[in-house]
């Protein structure tokens, strides 16, 4: 294969030499990294390019037109707009209410806390899809279809229950001493809840806070039947429009498809053992 | 918040003299406890109980917006016309069958990309970001790039399959190939976030097992069933029913590959709940067909929990 050949030279250095290291470690990374690298090659091509045959792999004449074009076919920055701000209030909103409902479970002496844990584990198994018609009524009647708050609220509970759960486990790998001193010192509890336990948990309440924003910023069968209205879009909502009823102006598309991967791309390009750590034990406790 | 003046203040009072506040915001552990699981509790109820008996009220009702009629109590009769309705159980049979191909599928495919990342590579960053990369695409993302793979003309994947003599296959027009191309999507989509999960409990494995059963002249292959596919169990159960219940929920990739076509060949149930509730207003049958995903799902979490519960 022709990729290959490209890439078989900067990857060798990474890897160490054995053959068959080489060749699992291609297969890897061709498996994780070729869709969003054949996007990118086919966000540079234009249009007759595209449609040469047979096709070409890489672009022969690199342009940044598509991108140019994807702004200004469509609101592409209103929909990162609505996207970020959907992500963001809804990731907030998840960790403050996570953080209390976690320190509550994990430090207080709680009659029920076995039967609270499991009826979390079992929200966090709740198809939220079937939930589609009833939320769709209650947002029409509250009259908030078509707002921010009709996807921040079940976004917000969409991730409730794993950051609920990874929190648990931080707050329990805090030791109590250090509070209890803040405590004699004169803080109050929850004072010492957000003074001394919170900043101790940081990284596991930044990591449920990545995973959270990345759920928010993929979802999108609520987003489409909540938020339709044109100043409301997400971006995957948004993202279909560039198609018409029989044109599909690929290079546009992908390059939308590019400037919607790269957010969360560099989010987990900087954290990616935070997220690894966050993942695998909100999985393996859920 | 509440509380970020109380540190300075109660510092400077007297040990014997509480104000009223410091008792207010200093409660015992139990009223502490209610405050703090309130909020969480307050949203669960708003978006799951609430809806959730609302959904099977609903669904017992003809309630069509379109109509502008009140809603108007049918009994079983949504649920009736469902039996006779065929996109319902082809959207049912669809939905069922991508659980099926999609779920074992992923779990291979996982297996194998936690067992290949799991070797000594000299830098481990892009092993971990070719497993994490695909986990944070969003769903409807792969759907679209994965459409343009699978375009007949100057989609990749027949580009590819071209340089080894296949005649090229024209994914979108058949139904077998359509929701082949569609499970494919699903289990490249699916499977890094398994591996992940399954290479973490890969990790956890002590090497000591594979010294000692080198010793007693066990091969890799056996090494392979008898120890590491047992100790990675638990790490599995729990990424299969995740796996399973995501499967039965499958709307993204679908909508932006086929939007359910040729016909409504590779159309999920979730699709048919969408396309009733949001497209035809239909609120009392939208409600009946969630229903029915609702009790599949709910199996799955029995078996889940009946599992937790065996397990210790």
């Known amino acids: ?286 | 918040m509440t509380m970020t003046g109380s540190t300075k203040s109660s510092r400077t009072i007297d040990g014997n003299v509480t104000p009223w506040w410091v008792r207010y915001f200093d409660p015992s552990d139990r009223a502490l406890a209610v405050l703090l699981l309130a909020p969480a509790a307050v949203l669960l109820a708003m978006i799951i109980v609430y809806p959730v008996c609302r959904l099977i009220y609903t669904s017992f009702f003809n309630l069509s917006l379109t109509s502008g009629l009140p809603a108007e109590f049918v009994g079983f009769e949504n649920f009736q016309f469902m039996l006779e309705d065929p996109v319902f159980w082809q959207t049912t049979g669809n939905t069922v069958l991508i659980t099926f191909v999609t779920v074992p599928g992923a779990l291979v495919v996982g297996l194998a990309l936690a067992l290949m990342a799991n070797l000594p590579f000299r830098r481990q960053w892009p092993v971990r970001l070719s497993l994490l990369i695909p986990w944070a695409l969003p769903l409807s993302f792969a759907g679209l790039i994965f459409a343009w793979f699978f375009h007949s003309e100057y989609g990749v994947v027949n580009d590819v399959l071209g340089r080894f003599g296949v005649e090229p296959i024209i994914w979108f027009n058949s139904p077998q190939w359509a929701m082949a191309a569609i499970c494919l999507t699903i289990i490249w989509k699916t499977s890094s976030f398994m591996a992940l999960i399954i290479l973490a409990g890969l990790q956890t494995i002590p090497r000591s097992l594979y010294e000692a059963a080198d010793v007693d002249g066990a091969g890799r292959i056996r090494q392979f069933f008898e120890i590491t596919l047992p100790l990675l169990k638990p790490s599995i159960v729990v990424a299969l029913i995740f796996r399973t219940i995501t499967a039965l929920q499958t709307f993204d990739i679908p909508y932006m590959m086929t939007n359910g076509g040729p016909g409504t060949s590779t159309a999920t149930l979730a699709m048919y709940i969408h396309q009733n509730t949001v497209s035809f207003l239909d609120l009392g049958y939208g409600s009946a067909l969630a229903v029915v995903m609702f009790a599949l799902s709910m199996c799955v979490t029995a078996v889940y929990l009946r599992m937790i519960r065996t397990k210790g």
């Open chain 1, 1 to 286: 294969m022709r990729s290959s050949a490209i890439s078989a030279s900067p990857v060798d250095s990474l890897l160490s030499g054995t053959p068959l290291r080489l060749i699992v470690g291609l297969i890897l990374l061709t498996n994780g990294f070729f869709p969003a690298l054949w996007i990118l090659f086919t966000s540079l091509k234009l249009e007759p390019e595209l449609t040469q045959q047979p096709i070409t792999w890489l672009p022969s004449d690199p342009t940044i037109q598509n991108y140019v074009q994807a702004f200004s076919d469509q609101p592409l920055g209103l929909f990162l707009f609505n996207s970020f701000a959907v992500a963001l209030l809804s990731t907030a909103l998840t960790l403050l209410v996570s953080v209390l409902a976690a320190y509550a479970l994990a430090r207080l002496n709680l009659r029920y806390r076995g039967l609270i844990l499991s009826l979390i584990i079992a929200v966090s198994t709740f198809p939220l899809v079937t939930l589609l018609v009833p939320l769709f009524e209650i947002m029409r009647a509250l009259n908030l279809l078509n707002s921010w708050t009709a996807l921040v609220l079940p976004y917000t509970v969409l991730s409730l229950p794993i950051c609920t759960l990874m929190l648990v486990s931080f707050f329990e790998g805090i030791p109590r001493d250090l509070e209890n001193a803040a405590m004699i010192d004169g803080c109050t509890r929850i004072g010492a809840l957000f003074k001394v336990v919170v900043p101790l948990a940081a990284p596991g309440v930044f990591t449920a806070g990545i995973l959270a924003f990345v759920n928010a910023w993929d979802e999108f069968l609520l987003a489409l039947s909540f938020n339709s209205s044109p100043n409301l879009r997400t971006l995957p909502v948004g993202i279909q429009l560039y198609q018409g009823e029989f044109t599909f102006p690929w290079p546009v598309i992908s390059a939308a498809l590019v400037v919607g991967i790269v957010p969360v791309a560099i989010l987990i390009v900087i954290f990616q053992e935070r997220v690894v750590s966050g993942l695998t034990s909100g999985g393996i406790k859920g």
